[in-house]
């Protein structure tokens, strides 16, 4: 079945970076986009960054751009997100979640909560 | 682009149907028919329930339907059970393998 597992989340003060990585298990890993999705406290989703399938493309969201860097590892199944200059606004949840071109995202992770605080 | 827009709260009764709205625009709801709905109870990650509009994953009680007319899709459970309880999102393709998001909508059975 298919697996997601986030890790890396944690409590960092404003301006510095974190690195978040998602293990990808039971299904063709290197045949699926990929999205990092971010869930503030009692907010709705919010799309962060996408990367193709072999990853050739990636595209972020206006708030995280310049700041984020999706990648991934198609030998190891695993996706990144390095995330720089953190400030409080991005306190949240970090799903990765698989992304399909008829369901959207089928499958998510179970988070890791990123805690930007002094 | 802006989220969808979906109203805050809806209400109803064990057995009774209800009927979720999400709007958008004609660059995501109303230029796809790839729009997904998620589940999500409190503490846990979104599940998929409704893709392509329409569509059920297996597994997915068939008291989840989807529609979608113009810039609008709209989600209905019927026969609501207590643990339909939740919050839904709306889910919608923006092209280019992006996506965006409704605000969510949270249910009370009453």
């Known amino acids: 079945q298919v697996q997601l597992v986030e890790s890396g989340g944690g409590v960092v003060q404003p301006g510095r970076s974190l690195r978040l990585s998602c293990a990808a298990s039971?299904?063709?890993?290197?045949?699926?986009?990929m999205y990092w999705v971010r869930q503030a406290p009692d907010k709705g989703p919010e799309w962060m960054a996408i990367?193709?399938?072999?990853?050739?493309?990636?595209y972020y969201a206006d708030s995280v751009k310049g700041r984020f860097t999706i990648s991934r590892d198609n030998s190891k199944n695993t996706l990144d997100l390095q995330m720089d200059s953190l400030g409080v606004g991005d306190t949240a949840i970090y799903y990765c979640?698989?992304?399909?071109?008829?369901?959207?995202?089928?499958?998510w992770g179970r988070g890791t909560l990123v805690t930007v605080s002094s | 682009q802006s989220a969808l827009t979906q109203s805050a709260s809806v209400s109803g009764s064990p057995g009774q149907s209800i009927t979720i709205s999400c709007t958008g625009t004609?660059?995501?709801?109303?230029?796809?028919?790839?729009v997904s709905w998620y589940q999500q109870h409190p503490g846990k990650a979104p599940k998929l329930i409704i893709s392509?509009?329409?569509k059920r994953p297996s597994g997915v009680s068939n008291r989840f339907s989807g529609s979608k007319s113009g810039n609008t899709a709209s989600l209905t459970i019927s026969g609501l059970q207590t643990e339909d309880e939740a919050d839904y999102y709306c889910?919608?393709?923006?092209?280019?393998?992006?996506?965006?998001f409704g605000g969510g909508t949270k249910l009370t059975v009453l």
């Open positions: 889910c919608s393709s923006a092209g280019s393998s992006t996506v965006v």
């Open positions: 392509e509009v329409n």
């Open positions: 004609s660059s995501d709801v109303g230029n796809y028919n790839l």
């Open positions: 039971g299904f063709r890993f290197r045949d699926y986009g």
């Open positions: 979640a698989r992304y399909s071109s008829s369901a959207l995202l089928d499958y």
């Open positions: 990367i193709w399938y072999d990853g050739s493309n990636k």
